[in-house]
């Protein structure tokens, strides 16, 4: 069996995957509560018995988070604990940006989709807005915009009349209180961002693209951009499993 993880810098998620890449088990939490008291809990939850684990892969963009469960899972299991980019990633993809500037989970999740024929955008509702290009068996770059819910959070601390809100879908473009004015600017505002982003892109690479999906906010998003979009909640323990054929 193996343990997979994703190390965002709102929420961690690690998998019990087994040989046939089937995922048997998983646990989220959120990144900034992790302590050992959490780890054990969480990793006891997930594993009865940590001999059976063969290999350790996780992507993280948070070092010291990366650090703890490091720690932890070598008192536990014998078998090294491995980030994604210290493997040899340039075997499965070719990387033509700065490799130590792009994100761990950026990379793998490109390395998901790769099937040498297709050009993909993906676009990730994280803690940024992240699209990330890749074409045929070449990682070009990406653009990162806010993310959705901390601006949306930093509107309502920062300005005393707007309360906390969930964004929702909504039809009408003009607010007619607070609440409905806001939700409509994020919501058309991520649109309109969303659509123009593409749109370059496309009109950059002079290439058409499969639109990849993921993160929070891609239900809310998916039929509401003039792209036609493929959603994929699964995407990066996809791209984990896919690099952990790398160890041996």
Known sequence: MYILGDIGNSETKIYLVDKKDKILKNVNFPTKKINNYVLKSKFYFLIKDFQKIEKILFCSVVPKSFILIKKFLSKKVKKKCYEVKNLKLRSLINI????????????????????????????????????????RKNYNGGIIAPGIKISLNTLSDKASLIPKIDLKKIKKIIGKDTISAVRSGFFWGYAGLIDNIVYLIKKETRKSFKLVITGGFSNLFKDSIKSKTIQNKNITVKGLIKISKLIK
């Open 96 to 135: 033509k940006v700065n490799y130590n500037q792009v994100g761990s989970d950026r990379l793998t999740n490109a390395i998901s989709l790769l099937d040498n024929k297709n050009n993909f955008i993906i676009l990730d509702f994280g803690t940024a807005t992240t699209f990330d290009i890749v074409i």
